[in-house]
Structures are given as C-alpha cells and as structure tokens.
C-alpha cells in the first residue's frame, strides 16, 4: 500500500506542477479542471491522513485551497455557460443571451483573478512546497486507507433523516474526500466496488448542483422575471435532478453498508464531516 500511496501522491503533485503555468498565463477550461481535481486530491491527503503537518504543508494547503476555490469561480461559469446554450427555450431567447453575456463578463473577470493570485513570486513557492512534498510525503505502516475512506462516510451513512439540500451537499464534498483516498489503497475488486458506487454517486450530485447554481443564479439576476419560460425550465430542471440524485443516494448508502469491511458504528466523529460546509466547491 506504502508503494501504491507514493506512486499516486507524486504523480498528484507532478499534475499540479504542470498545470501551474496555464493557469498563471490564460485559464482554460481542461486545465482549470484538472488543477481542481488533482489540488483537492493533495489537500484531502493533507487532511485526512495521519502526519506531522509541517509548517510549510499548513502553508501549501491554505494556497491550494485558495486557488483552488478561485479557479472553481471559472469552472461553474464555464458549465453554465455551456448549459444555458444547449438549452432550447425560442420564447426566452433575449433573456437567455442576456445572461449567458452577463456569466461570459463575470467569466472574464474570474480569470483575471486567478492570473493575479498566480504572480511569479507564488508559483515559485508553490513549486518549492509542491517539491518538498513530493519528496517527504509517506504513508504510517498502521494506516489503512480504504477504512479511512470509509470512516469519512460513516457519520453522513448513518444519519436517517430524508436526504434534502444539505445532506447533498455534504455528500457532494465528503464523498469526493473518501474517493481519493480509497483510490490510493489498490485495485482489488473491494476498493474498485466502493470507488464505482462513490463516482456514480458523485455524477448524480455533481449534476443536481451545477442545474441549482445556474437556476439561483438567474434568479439573482432577473428577480422580477421569476415567471419567464427561461426561469421556469431552469427550475424544473433543477428539481428532477434533484429527485434523481435523492434516488442515487439512497442506492448508495445502501450498497456501502453492505460492502465487507463497512461498520455500522462510528468509530470517531471523522474529520470530513465537520469541515464539509455546503458552500465548500
């Protein structure tokens, strides 16, 4: 597993590393995906496997989280952009050109944010800190990363009220957490079953939140306009995602208390659970 770790941890980090000169020059919408994915693969080991925590890990993860919630400023407006044009509504053309120029402006002005936060002097140390991480971060013999993956999910597993916009939320964020690390422990088929119920998961997830971004948005920006064909769709929309992903959960919960190593009884209130906040990307 300790070879399995390395392997994964560097390559995260080398992803990283190559990102950095897109982002610092002209975002683009791959490569601002691929730093989000890979800087929440570092901070979730960062966060939730047993280590020292240097100094200079405490400073590299509050960078990356930064950067990272900067950069996801982008990608939301990117996938609504890309929503709002594959949305068919004639009668609400104007409205619907209206705002895709509104999230295009803020686009702009999203990127320029992300250009200045990377100034020479933070990739430098960035780069410095990635560095250093990739050369000292080890695995502790006694950890065992698939039962951490799980641990993360088994306070939101057990919680029995019916699924509503929080607990969605908080399963949008922990699920990702338990994720990359299960992704981490090896290929056998019980690692493999507990990753493919978690990506289906995330899929449905994923999908319900950038829908409800995009409706709040346009909400935001028309008020009044609340009952315009633009608006009513965007809702609909919205609310079958959200039926759909209430499903998939429900299927989830199920299949991970029936995987083999799963524990019915919280061992410790886990780490993810307090840090997931519904407004964490």
């Known amino acids: 597993m300790q ?5 994964s941890s560097r390559a995260t980090i080398v992803r990283i590393e190559r990102c950095l000169p897109q982002l610092s020059s002209r975002p683009s919408a791959p ?26 890990q405490q400073k590299l993860l509050k960078q ?7 950069t996801g400023r982008v990608r939301d407006l990117d996938v609504q952009v890309t929503m709002l044009r594959n949305l068919k509504v004639p009668e609400a053309a104007k409205i619907k050109s209206r705002l895709i120029r509104q999230l295009l402006d803020e686009r702009t002005e999203r990127e320029r944010e992300v250009r200045q936060l990377l100034d020479k002097k933070t990739v430098r140390d960035l780069r410095k800190r990635l560095k250093r991480l990739k050369a000292e971060l080890q695995l502790e013999p006694s950890t065992d990363l698939l039962s951490t993956a799980k641990q993360i999910l088994d306070g939101l597993i057990q919680v029995n ?26 290929d056998e088929s019980k690692v493999r079953d507990f990753i493919g119920q978690l990506k289906k998961l995330q899929d449905s997830l994923g999908e319900w939140h950038d829908w409800l971004q995009l409706t709040e948005r346009a909400k935001r920006t028309f008020g009044g306009a609340e009952k315009s064909p633009l608006f009513a769709l965007l809702q609909n929309i919205t609310r079958t995602k959200f039926h759909q992903a209430v499903g998939v959960l429900k299927e989830t919960r199920t299949s ?21 906040k519904v407004a964490v990307a």
């Open 161 to 186: 009220a019916l699924p509503d916009e929080e607990i969605l939320h908080r399963y949008r964020v922990v699920g990702k957490r338990a994720r990359y690390i299960a992704e981490m422990s090896g």
């Open 3 to 7: 070879d399995k770790f390395r392997e």
């Open 31 to 56: 490569s601002i995906h691929k730093f989000r994915t890979q800087s929440r693969r570092v901070e979730t080991i960062l966060r939730e496997i047993p280590n020292d925590a240097p100094r200079y």
């Open 64 to 70: 990356l989280s930064k950067l990272r919630k900067k």
């Open 256 to 276: 991970l208390q029936q995987l083999p190593g799963s524990s019915p009884v919280l061992r410790k209130p886990p780490q993810a659970i307090v840090q997931a």
